[in-house]
């Protein structure tokens, strides 16, 4: 019996493996065949349900649709745009956009996705958050969605500023009480994170050293040019 089990595991995980290939060889063997453009929906669905992401297979899908607008399906095209957000702050949001016709961006939410992406770029994380509580039901359908976007909230976070008060952060990935404590706690045990208590502002979480929040460490990696360069390159130049 359990022979069986472990037998069929092994068939279901390679039949995705071989769908996976197959979409990806499809794809570079002719991107522009409109032949293949239900095994890219159905890719995308895929890339839903397993949590995966393939940008070139969307914007392939992206381009068809260009060819074929009568088969356009706008919810592929959400889909789509949506696993984009997650890949923030990739530029994929803007490529994938590039793609998809004025009159369909036009579209009720089609115009939420482009205001979410626009408080993300610009950081706007309170009224990010505000939108996608409203249009719960857009976003819902994509798992996944509410980690991807606190994990670039928190890139972000790291990369502005060497400290900031646990309410900019709770603000920041929309989360509190015994989860934001949870939280925090895993990114002390397992991202460098400090905790630093202050009497006027409270709590503080201290990000790690990077040459963005800390300018002198990207200064000293540049300007650190060792004796042993120099004296290799001055008989070059002479």
């Known amino acids: 019996m359990g022979r069986e089990i472990n037998n069929t ?11 996976s290939y197959t979409v990806e ?28 992401y ?3 297979a969307n914007l392939c899908l992206l381009r068809l649709y260009q060819f074929e607008p009568e088969r356009m399906s706008t919810q592929i095209v959400a889909r789509i745009l949506i696993k984009a ?3 923030m702050p990739a530029p994929d949001f803007s490529l994938c956009l590039f793609l998809i ?14 205001v979410l ?4 770029e610009t950081a706007r994380f309170r009224q990010f958050w505000d939108e996608a509580t409203k249009n719960r039901h857009i976003l819902e359908a994509i798992p996944g969605f509410e980690q991807a976007i ?7 976070l790291s990369l502005t500023y060497q400290k900031i008060p646990r309410s900019v952060l709770a603000e920041a990935i929309n989360i509190e009480g015994p989860s934001l404590e949870k939280f925090v706690q895993d990114h002390v045990d397992n991202s460098g994170w400090t905790i630093e208590k202050n ?11 990077n040459e963005f929040n800390h300018p002198e460490l990207k200064k000293s990696s540049v300007d650190g040019v060792s004796l042993e360069h120099i004296t290799r390159i001055l008989p070059i130049i002479g």
């Open 54 to 56: 393939s940008l070139n």
């Open 25 to 52: 060889q499809l794809i570079s063997v002719n991107p522009y065949n409109p032949d293949i453009l239900p095994d890219l929906e159905n890719y995308v669905n895929e890339q839903v349900s397993s949590e995966t």
């Open 150 to 156: 606190q994990v670039y909230a928190v890139h972000l």
């Open 199 to 209: 009497l006027s502002k409270g709590q503080l979480i201290i990000f790690p050293q």
């Open 85 to 87: 957000l997650m890949a």
């Open 117 to 120: 992406s626009h408080y993300l």
């Open 9 to 19: 595991m092994a068939s279901q995980n390679q039949q995705a493996s071989t769908t």
């Open 101 to 114: 016709p004025e009159r369909v961006q036009m579209e009720e939410q089609f115009k939420t996705l482009i």
